[in-house]
């Protein structure tokens, strides 16, 4: 075979591989994975309600004496602080306090305190404690005690004002979704509540 | 080395140059076909992701410091996802950060597919409008489209002529629309007008525009009013949640009648705040005296308590609960009118005396006639009145007594039995009483204000305030209508005394406010303090209650509350260096501290406490 020819062959053969380099020939890339976190939305998912009042010892036959708790879902929330803003009915119920809840755990703060008897109101907050994390699930977060001089059933309620508000680690709005009142019948046992 | 060097000679050897090359021909052939068809496929995703896989929706906006290709991650419209699209691959590019252009398609592997859809960034085109006020010009696809706006859209024609827009047209046929004013306008022909509360409309008989009401009772103004049947906006009427009846009248436990409803069948009363009226729903503020009992219409008068001098309990009509009906116990004085003794004539019981003829010039109270002397006229003497009311005064043999307001009652005078009587009526909250630019006391509180002096004061809590100035900064809210309000100067500088208990004052004049409930909010720095007052008057001086400024308003919303002691638990120990400082109150540096801590729980106590002082909570 003339050298002529072969070197054309050569040659060929050459632009050949050239082309099917050029064909294969896939770019390189970044190797880490894509760390995309799809946006969530922060909403609001915590609810406040009343448990079943608990008829207490009484000192008096006169008197009957009632625990309430206030109970609380935070759904995702991460809940820090809560404030209760509640109305009753001064004409009905007295001797009222509220104290903590085991929700917070044992290192929650009242930050704050006021009970009115004269107009039924009470202004309350409870934290947990300034090193603490936001709690997630439900529990008793406040329990309402008072008294009843009915003597014959009545039915009486304890409203949630809108002040009411709940807060949340992360969140710089209140996260409180919903709440229900809570409607009792006094001077029978037991009280049995139910939604309003 | 040797299957080379074996190899060379099999092809460089004369004899087997046949064999050699259809070898290499087969080679050459098969190459050639193999790039045509890699050079297809490559060819076909290319025009694959450019034709049909321009997305125009929103993309996801990140760093996305990926792979080219990684199986699932991104949904069909281009956003993060758990599963992805198919388990294919979706191709993106390392540092890649919004959306791609088109030019900067980034190939995928060999075999791998680009997913149907792809993110390539907004589309662009170059779409100049069609001239069609009803048409909106965008690009979509990379193409310019016209489409055609909402049905209703305001337009005008080639002719200036107003009209709306239908089926991407502007169709003035709709003349007699009226334009952004209510008032009357003869040409019916502007834009159409329309607000929540009321519809524009032509009379076409006289080319007058009116507003037709619509929605009474529905919510305007972004939610902070209610329709009114007039077709204007006003504040939100209330009414009791289902299951409550409205108030009658007094609530108890001392609180407003805004927040007490009568809860059916349990007992008398209970506070729940009401909530705007449904379509279906009488306010039930408007439930006054006036317009509820069936008194005022029989001839009597509802009177608080009791009938006043001069009138007896009577049945035959009910008022509201607190009022009796009430009517006079004798017979109305009679009162002459037109018919007066000055021109000759008086008025006579019955029928006209000796001496006298009726006469149709003069007018006289039921049961008496006009009479006129038929020769020389006797004389009569004049009928005195010892009781007179002009505007808001009274005068009687007693002297002069003016009508006034006292909280939300309205306090007016009128002649009963020839002495003024006072009477009383309670205005709704959101319409208190005020005294109108004419003098006169009535629920409303809408009449605007010219000159309004407030004296005003200041204490402070666990702050060292010891300048002989401080300036403060106001914010006005409007109780009925809970809006901050203008009128209120930014700025005003208190001034330091030497009284117990008012550490700092200063007057304030504030201008064009209507006659109404209002909070104000004192600011210094991350001190807040706050105080109600009512305007019932169109001027004068009112003394704003004393309040305090205290520490915790951290995020600066004008309120104390839990929000804030959120802010203060992240900067719980943190240097105040950094963005804690506002939380550092008494300014000793380091770190937030106890004593930060308990100087926020006293500013929260002592914002609430003033609070229900001032009955804002």
Redesign the interface.
């Known amino acids: 075979?003339p050298k002529r020819?072969?070197f054309l062959?050569f040659a060929?053969?050459l632009i050949?591989f050239v082309?099917?380099l050029?064909?294969?020939y896939?770019?390189q890339?970044?190797?880490?994975?894509?760390?995309?976190?799809?946006?969530k939305k922060l909403t609001a998912q915590t609810t406040l309600s009343f448990g079943i009042p608990v008829t207490a010892t009484s000192a008096s036959v006169l008197t009957t004496n009632y625990s309430l708790p206030v109970e609380i879902l935070t759904g995702g929330n991460k809940v820090?602080?809560?404030?209760l803003?509640l109305?009753y009915?001064?004409?009905?119920l007295t001797n009222v306090a509220v104290i903590p809840g085991p929700f917070f755990g044992t290192t929650s703060d009242v930050?704050?305190n006021?009970i009115?008897a004269?107009?039924?109101?009470i202004?309350y907050?409870l934290?947990?404690g300034?090193?603490a994390q936001g709690v997630i699930g439900k529990g008793t977060v406040a329990t309402v005690t008072f008294s009843s001089k009915v003597k014959t059933p009545?039915?009486?309620?304890i409203?949630f004002?809108?002040?009411t508000?709940?807060?949340?680690?992360g969140i710089?709005?209140?996260v409180l979704k919903q709440t229900t009142n809570g409607l009792f019948m006094l001077g029978e046992k037991p009280s049995t509540p139910s939604a309003? | 080395m040797g299957f080379i060097k074996r190899a060379f000679g099999f092809i460089s050897n004369p004899s087997q140059s046949r064999t050699t090359g259809i070898v290499a021909m087969l080679i050459l052939i098969f190459a050639v076909f193999l790039t045509v068809v890699i050079a297809q496929q490559k060819q076909t995703i290319k025009q694959s992701a450019a034709a049909n896989s321009i997305f125009t929706g929103a993309c996801y906006v990140g760093n996305l410091s990926s792979d080219a290709c990684t199986v699932g991650g991104f949904d069909s419209n281009c956003n993060a996802s758990a599963s992805g699209v198919d388990g294919n691959t979706c191709c993106r590019n390392s540092g890649f950060s919004g959306c791609r252009a088109a030019s900067s398609v980034r190939e995928c592997g060999f075999f791998m597919v680009v997913p149907q859809i792809e993110c390539y960034g907004a589309p662009s085109c170059t779409c100049p409008t069609d001239g069609n006020e009803c048409t909106t010009d965008a690009c979509v696809n990379n193409a310019c489209t016209h489409t055609n706006k909402s049905d209703g859209t305001a337009c005008t024609d080639s002719a200036w002529n107003s009209g709306t827009c239908k089926n991407g047209a502007c169709d003035t046929t709709t003349r007699g629309e009226c334009g952004s004013s209510v008032n009357p306008d003869l040409d019916c022909w502007k834009t159409p007008y329309a607000t929540d509360c009321s519809t524009g409309k032509c009379n076409t008989t006289n080319r007058t525009c009116y507003a037709e009401p619509k929605n009474v009772n529905g919510s305007c103004n972004n939610g902070s009013g209610q329709c009114k049947s007039d077709g204007t906006c006003g504040s939100v009427s209330l009414c009791c949640p289902a299951g409550y009846d409205t108030n009658f009248g007094s609530c108890p436990f001392g609180v407003t009648s805004t927040e007490c409803c009568k809860w059916n069948g349990f007992f008398n009363y209970t506070i729940v705040s009401k909530i705007p009226c449904g379509s279906n729903q009488t306010p039930a503020t408007t439930r006054t005296v006036t317009t509820t009992d069936t008194c005022t219409p029989s001839g009597g008068t509802c009177m608080s308590g009791s009938c006043g001098s001069g009138y007896t309990p009577t049945t035959s009509g009910t008022c509201a609960s607190g009022y009796v009906c009430c009517k006079q116990s004798t017979a109305p004085i009679t009162i002459t009118y037109t018919c007066t003794n000055t021109s000759g004539q008086s008025c006579m019981s019955g029928s006209c005396g000796s001496g006298y003829t009726p006469t149709t010039s003069g007018t006289c109270a039921s049961g008496t006639v006009c009479c006129k002397a038929s020769t020389n006229p006797p004389v009569v003497p004049p009928v005195t009145t010892t009781c007179s009311v002009s505007g808001n005064t009274c005068t009687d043999s007693s002297g002069s007594k003016s009508g006034s307001c006292s909280e939300n009652n309205v306090n007016s005078y009128s002649c009963v039995n020839s002495i003024c009587q006072s009477s009383t009526t309670t205005c709704p909250t959101e319409q208190p009483c005020a005294i109108s630019s004419s003098g006169i006391p009535a629920c409303g509180g809408s009449t605007s204000t010219t000159n309004i002096a407030l004296v005003s004061a200041l204490n402070a809590r666990d702050t060292s305030l010891t300048s002989d100035t401080l300036p403060i900064n106001l914010i006005l809210y409007n109780l009925t209508t809970n809006n901050q309000v203008a009128g209120a100067p930014a700025t005003v500088t208190f001034n330091k005394t030497s009284i117990p208990g008012r550490l700092y004052s200063a007057n304030v004049v504030l201008t064009n406010l209507t006659q109404n409930k209002y909070f104000i909010v004192f600011r210094k720095d991350n001190m807040i303090a706050q105080s109600v007052f009512t305007i019932s008057s169109s001027s004068g001086t009112f003394t704003v209650p004393t309040t305090t400024l205290v520490f915790g308003d951290l995020n600066n919303d004008n309120a104390i509350d839990p929000l804030d002691w959120n802010i203060f638990k992240s900067c719980w120990k943190q240097p105040t260096t950094t963005s804690c400082s506002s939380s550092d109150f008494d300014n000793s540096g380091g770190s937030i501290d106890q004593v930060d801590y308990n100087t926020f729980l006293r500013g929260y106590s002592t914002w609430y406490e003033e609070g229900k002082t001032n009955s804002v909570f």
Not at chain 1, 89 to 92: A, F, I, N, S, T
Not at chain 1, 118 to 121: A, I, Y
Not at chain 1, 154 to 157: G, H, L, P, S, Y
Not at chain 1, 165 to 169: E, I, K, P
């Open positions: 075979m020819t072969l062959i060929l053969l050949t082309l099917l050029v064909a294969f896939q770019p890339t970044s190797k880490t994975a894509p760390a995309v976190t799809a946006p820090t602080a809560v404030q803003e109305q009915d001064p004409e009905v930050l704050l006021q009115d004269e107009t039924g109101r202004s907050a934290s947990v300034l090193t009545e039915k009486t309620a409203l004002l809108p002040k508000l709940v807060t949340a680690s710089n709005e209140s309003q």
